[in-house]
């Protein structure tokens, strides 16, 4: 398997360019080249209903950072 190249990686500070965040600015936790996204901290916030587990007794709603395409970013610095 072939890795894809990408002008981010995990660590960057990177700013949001298109959409709805635009102008948000965070560091990327993650990046998915096969699908072409990465996780900004802070950059696209979604509410995601858990249930309840062994490792979230309480469950319920919390609030995550969710993927945005990686032709949304831009790299600072």
Do not use: C, F, W
């Not at 190249?5 to 990046?31: P, W």
């Not at 096969?34 to 919390?62: F, H, L, W």
């Amino acid at each position: 398997m072939s890795s894809i190249k990408t002008h981010v990686k995990k660590g960057d500070q990177v700013e949001i360019i298109a959409g709805n965040h635009k102008g948000k600015q965070g560091t990327v936790l993650s990046v998915n080249a096969a699908k072409g996204q990465v996780i900004v901290e802070g950059g696209r916030t979604v509410q995601k209903a858990v249930r309840r587990s062994e490792a979230d007794p309480d469950g319920g709603i919390k609030t995550v950072d969710a993927p945005v395409h990686i032709s949304n970013v831009k790299k600072l610095g």
